[in-house]
């Protein structure tokens, strides 16, 4: 299993929208409606921002939402905030009981 | 409130195993499949392994297969992995992943504990 592509870096300024894509394949991304994010600050656990590509997790602001097209999955977080500033990951069902994540991309706040 | 607490990790070197611990408290431990994730120093987020709520569904990345061995005690609220012919690039934090009840997702997180392969 590859790993998802993601973008190495990503910046806005607060109140901008940003956008992080996720590409795959069809084994994986475009095969199943089961991408999930994941917001990871410096030295702590990842934490679950969005699942089934667009639906969100009680307690993650309405400020982060997911979307997909093809074999290509995007995370928009809209307002920017100081505090969005992290790395974030993709993830995508991959079969088999399996799943692949994206290289991770660093969300700067200018 | 669901706890995740991981630990057994430390110094290895080359061609020796550990094994590692997921303490689970806050939920109903044996009515989820659990996984191992692992992020090695300054990269991204891997898939280990992934076993079924009563351990009938085991399975592997490509990259521990044969090497690796997860195992969950339902009565102690454990998870485990058992890692033998270690080798460098194991080298990781490794977490403990609770899976959602739709089983596509990864609700909750341990906070990681870290295995150093080396000589």
């Known amino acids: 299993q590859s790993a998802l592509t993601q973008p190495r870096s990503v910046s806005g300024s607060p109140g901008q929208s940003v956008t992080i894509s996720c590409t795959g394949t069809?084994?994986?991304?475009?095969?199943?409606?089961?991408v999930s994010w994941y917001q990871q600050y410096p030295g702590k656990a990842p934490k679950l921002m969005t699942y089934?590509?667009?639906k969100r997790p009680s307690g993650v602001p309405d400020r982060f939402s997911g979307s997909k097209s093809g074999n290509t999955a995007s995370l928009t977080i809209s307002g920017l905030q100081a505090e969005d500033e992290a790395d974030y990951y993709c993830?995508?069902?991959?079969?088999?009981?399996?799943?692949?994540f994206g290289g991770g991309t660093k969300l700067t706040v200018l | 409130e669901v706890q995740l607490v991981e630990s057994g990790g430390g110094l290895v070197k080359p061609g020796g195993s550990l094994r590692l611990s997921c303490a689970a408290s806050?939920?109903?431990?044996?009515?989820?499949?659990m996984n191992w994730v692992r992020q090695a120093p300054g990269k991204g987020l891997e898939w280990v392994s992934s076993?079924?709520?009563?351990?009938?569904?085991?399975y592997y990345a490509d990259s521990v297969k044969g090497r690796f061995t997860i195992s969950r005690d339902n009565a102690k609220n454990s998870l485990y992995l058992q890692m033998n012919s270690l080798r460098a690039e194991d080298t990781a934090v490794y977490y403990c992943?609770?899976?959602?009840?739709?089983?596509?997702?990864?609700?909750?997180w341990g906070q990681g504990t870290l295995v150093t392969v080396s000589s």
């Open positions: 993830c995508s069902y991959a079969g088999s009981y399996s799943w692949v």
């Open positions: 806050g939920f109903t431990f044996s009515s989820y499949s």
């Open positions: 992943a609770r899976v959602g009840s739709t089983g596509t997702l990864f609700d909750y």
């Open positions: 076993i079924s709520s009563s351990s009938s569904f085991i």
């Open positions: 089934d590509v667009s």
């Open positions: 069809s084994s994986d991304v475009g095969g199943y409606n089961y």
